[in-house]
């Protein structure tokens, strides 16, 4: 009876004790009062609830696996920002702005180069059309003169009649002229929209060659002309903005050798 007596009251004791106690740092609250609502502690333990010491153990090593990794990766996070170590607020300030200042210089960078390219190809349609016209035009010439040898003399018409002839081929020279005038039409306006975007042709006729603007595809030897000087030009070079779009093709003359070239003047000897 002594013995109950004395458990009671040290029971009674603790209770009193514990009540007055503040719970412990780090243990969450909830957690002592789903403890304390335990009407019997021993149902925590109970075999099959996950608490024996295999899965103690279990989590145990889970625990510390986890923490080895958390561990790792903090390292790799302190060696990437070591060099930002002394850095004060100011230059937290200057980095990001100097990176979208970059990001910005850079994307404003890359839209020019595609309107750039872009302008480019338009370019090269509008360039290989001219010369299109060009060559065009040049037969148109070519056409005309071999007509007019087919036009009769003054003479010839007042003594035979040719006026059916003359009908016709007035006719054809009609043609002809009229389909010159498109041409020079056509020429002038693309000539002028070249212009606009900034197109330039490239003089070269009477001028030393350039090899970065000129190839020469053809060599002449000419005494009267300074040795390099452009003699002809085969096909029209243009230049966009110091950017040589379609290099001149050209004939270069060449000072031939003295010894040679008289040589090949000397008369014969009987």
Not at 11 to 39: F, M, N, Q, R, T
Not at 42 to 54: K, R, T, V
Not at 222 to 249: C, F, K, M, S
Request: net charge negative.
């Amino acid at each position: 009876m002594v013995r109950e007596e004395i458990l009671e009251r040290f029971k009674k004791w603790l209770d009193e004790v514990l009540a007055e106690e503040e719970p412990p740092d780090g243990i969450v609250h909830e957690l002592l009062l789903e403890l304390e609502e335990k009407a019997d502690l021993d149902s925590l333990y109970l075999p099959g609830s996950g608490s024996d010491l295999y899965s103690l153990w279990s989590a145990v090593i889970a625990l510390t696996q986890e923490v080895k990794l958390q561990g790792r990766a903090f390292n790799r996070l302190s060696d990437r920002l070591e060099p930002l170590e002394g850095l004060g607020d100011s230059d937290a300030r200057r980095i990001p702005e100097e990176s979208h200042t970059v990001r910005t210089g850079y994307e404003d960078k890359l839209v020019q180069e595609i309107k750039r390219s872009a302008v480019r190809e338009v370019l090269t349609v509008l360039l290989d059309t001219h010369n299109r016209l060009v060559r065009g035009l040049d037969a148109v010439h070519k056409a005309t003169q071999g007509l007019d040898k087919y036009r009769p003399s003054s003479w010839l018409r007042r003594i035979f009649s040719f006026s059916r002839q003359k009908e016709r081929t007035d006719h054809v020279l009609k043609i002809v002229s009229a389909l010159e005038e498109g041409y020079r039409l056509s020429l002038d306006r693309l000539n002028e929209a070249l212009q606009q975007l900034g197109v330039r042709e490239i003089v070269c006729e009477g001028h030393p060659f350039d090899p970065t603007t000129m190839n020469a595809v053809d060599v002449e030897e000419n005494i009267d002309a300074p040795d390099g000087t452009v003699l002809e030009v085969y096909r029209t070079g243009y230049i966009w903005d110091a950017e040589v779009l379609y290099p001149a093709q050209v004939k270069v003359a060449r000072t031939p050798d003295t010894g040679a070239y008289n040589n090949r003047n000397e008369p014969e000897a009987t």
